[in-house]
């Protein structure tokens, strides 16, 4: 029974954590609100004037705007379809009987662990550089002529580079799934007749789904924001070419000094994110009762 | 009966994953190769593997050029102190919600998660502007504030689900026993507790080094921690691989060991214990 002397303890220990991640939330946000209806850049500070939805409009109708959408949804898209399209089968591998698996696990998982700096240069200089890269070798050995990866295809690089970061991270949330899979299920239904394509479309993807879905609403938070690896490698360009919303909003900020078109840009991010935020939400929610 | 995986199988099974393996642990693998050899035989085509000569000079100009230890300090103190802060303001919301909920615990839980969410772009101008006005732009004190605040919701959810896997009826027997609200959380609470708070820890202090929105944005030089160091080879004029490659593997090394014994506490607390 709890008293009325606990319920009281456990509040005043609750509530610091609540007021900062309240505070952390509410004034930023506010202040991004407030910001993006004026004209204020801090080039020329003294101007600061109310243009009202001015800056929405101006950020929206920018040609760069739809630019960087379409590279956002482009990257998300392509990253989400190669870690999960990959991570099915090797994560399908891993959970196969392999000498020396935890060594194979550590090697697959490494890659998560760089930092995002580190692993974008190794990939822009060492592997991908489109004369000394391992790449360019490689594509010579074969008569090929080398791909000048960041001019070429930019964005294809930057996703190549952002898959390999989350591909682990893909393949350890379906392994851990799939070593919860009841393997006696699987044995039933193979003393059934199943074949190993059947039993892996009736059982094994169907236990799949949730956790898959898990993977592709947590990867989407991070990917909507991707930021390091495009400014060390691009810079957003050539052009608009690499720049998605997340650069394009730090490079009105930080870089054109521009804070209301910068903050009614942070806006469309938050609104874009909540969307998604919203599914996963519910679905986590919905496992806290189970 | 468990099945009898054959011999071949088995082998069919370990090359192919041991070759996939290697593939996506290649371009680290790579990196500190590259990071044990001269300039000029890291730019060199064809490329040499195994058989150059081996040199630890990089590792000494790294640190001699630009002063490596400086931003590896700014690092401990960003990652560690952000993570010990967090730990120190999620422990008691934890323990609250797991051992006294109330109808709203699942709501701030949920808030706190929708906090997680909120993209750090969406705020980069209120935090700069106020950092500017504050005096926090390159410090530390800026860093683990906001680093802090950001992991925050991570930190008190993964302690939460630990928690709540602490059977209550031992905080019942305990009770019985007439031990005080303070005894019960020394003698009995904290012993189960601590491989959770373990694995918070270890994963926080992951992802705090590894972050690399804020401290691009907020720091330069004075507080820059390794990710910012880093992203400065990224300038074209200074197209040193070997250096690059040294004072990466320097930078990644310490976390990759510690990341290798917290996987499995990975999934869960990304996951928000939604797969466990």
Redesign the interface.
């Known amino acids: 029974m709890?008293t009325r002397q606990?319920?009281l303890?456990?509040?005043t220990?609750?509530t610091?954590?609540?007021a900062?991640?309240f505070v952390?939330?509410i004034?930023?946000?506010a202040?991004?609100i407030y910001?993006s209806t004026l004209h204020y850049n801090l080039l020329e500070p003294e101007t600061q004037q109310f243009v009202g939805l001015e800056n929405f409009r101006y950020f929206l109708t920018d040609p760069a705007f739809l630019a960087s959408l379409q590279n956002t949804l482009v990257l998300v898209g392509s990253v989400l379809g190669l870690t999960v399209a990959l991570g099915i089968p090797?994560a399908l591998?891993?959970d196969?009987?392999?000498?020396?698996?935890t060594?194979?696990?550590?090697?697959?998982?490494?890659?998560?662990?760089?930092?995002?700096?580190?692993?974008a240069?190794?990939?822009?200089?060492?592997?991908m550089h489109p004369?000394?890269g391992?790449f360019?070798?490689i594509a010579?050995l074969f008569g090929l002529a080398p791909i000048d990866w960041f001019n070429d295809a930019p964005l294809f690089a930057i996703i190549l580079i952002v898959s390999?970061q989350w591909?682990?991270?893909a393949t350890?949330?379906l392994l851990?799934?799939l070593q919860?899979l009841d393997?006696e299920q699987k044995?039933a239904a193979?003393m059934d007749g199943a074949g190993p394509l059947s039993s892996f479309i009736y059982i094994t993807l169907p236990h799949l789904a949730?956790?898959i879905t898990?993977v592709i609403l947590?990867e989407t938070?991070f990917l909507?924001?991707v930021?390091?690896e495009i400014?060390?490698?691009t810079g957003g360009g050539p052009g608009l070419q690499t720049t998605n919303?997340?650069f394009l909003?730090?490079s009105q900020?930080?870089i054109q000094y521009d804070?209301g078109s910068?903050?009614a840009g942070?806006?469309v991010?938050?609104v874009?994110?909540?969307i998604?935020?919203f599914f996963?939400?519910r679905?986590?929610?919905r496992?806290?009762?189970a | 009966m468990?099945?009898m995986?054959t011999r071949r199988?088995?082998a069919l099974?370990?090359i192919?994953?041991?070759l996939?393996?290697?593939l996506?642990?290649f371009?680290?693998l790579?990196?500190v190769l590259?990071s044990f050899k001269t300039e000029l035989e890291?730019?060199?085509?064809?490329?040499s593997f195994l058989f150059f000569d081996w040199t630890l000079e990089n590792y000494v100009t790294v640190q001699g050029r630009s002063d490596y230890l400086h931003h590896a300090f700014n690092s401990v103190v960003v990652a560690g102190g952000s993570t010990l802060i967090a730990l120190l303001?999620?422990i008691?919301?934890a323990?609250?919600?797991a051992?006294?909920p109330?109808k709203r615990t699942?709501d701030?839980?949920?808030w706190?998660?929708?906090?997680?969410?909120?993209?750090?772009?969406?705020?980069?101008?209120?935090?700069?502007?106020?950092y500017r006005d504050f005096g926090l732009l390159d410090s530390l004190t800026g860093l683990v504030i906001i680093l802090c605040?950001g992991n925050?919701?991570i930190v008190?959810w993964m302690l939460f689900t630990y928690f709540k896997e602490i059977p209550r009826d031992i905080l019942e027997a305990a009770r019985m026993d007439g031990a005080t609200?303070g005894r019960e959380l020394i003698y009995v609470l904290t012993p189960m507790a601590v491989p959770g708070l373990a694995s918070t820890l270890l994963l926080n202090l992951?992802l705090a080094?590894?972050e690399?929105?804020w401290t691009?944005?907020l720091s330069t030089l004075q507080a820059a921690p390794?990710?910012?160091f880093?992203?400065s080879?990224?300038s074209p004029e200074g197209?040193f691989?070997a250096k690059?490659?040294a004072a990466?593997t320097l930078?990644?090394a310490p976390?990759?060991v510690?990341?290798?014994f917290s996987?499995?506490q990975?999934?869960r607390g990304?996951?928000?214990?939604?797969?466990?």
């Open positions: 709890a606990t319920q303890l456990a509040r220990l609750l610091p954590a609540v900062l991640l952390w939330m004034v930023p946000l202040l991004t910001f090797l591998l891993l196969q009987p392999v000498v020396g698996r060594i194979v696990r550590l090697m697959v998982i490494a890659p998560f662990f760089v930092m995002p700096t580190v692993s240069l190794v990939w822009k200089n060492l592997l004369v000394s391992l360019a070798w010579k390999w591909l682990p991270f350890l949330i851990t799934a919860s393997e044995e193979e949730r956790p898990v947590i938070i909507l924001t930021f390091a400014f060390v490698t919303i997340a909003i730090y900020a930080l804070v910068a903050s942070g806006l991010a938050v874009i994110a909540n998604v935020a996963l939400v679905m986590v929610g496992n806290l009762e | 468990a099945r995986p199988r088995i099974s370990t192919a994953a041991w996939v393996g290697f996506i642990f371009p680290i790579w990196m590259a890291a730019f060199a085509i064809p490329p303001i999620a008691p919301a323990w609250s919600m051992f006294s109330t699942k701030v839980l949920l706190m998660l929708s906090t997680k969410m909120m993209p750090a772009v969406g705020v980069l101008v209120p935090i700069y502007l106020i605040l925050l919701p008190v609200i992951i080094w590894n690399a929105f691009l944005n390794l990710t910012v880093i992203a080879y990224s197209l691989w690059l490659s990466s930078a990644i976390i990759l510690l990341g290798w996987q499995r990975l999934v990304l996951t928000f214990g939604a797969v466990k």
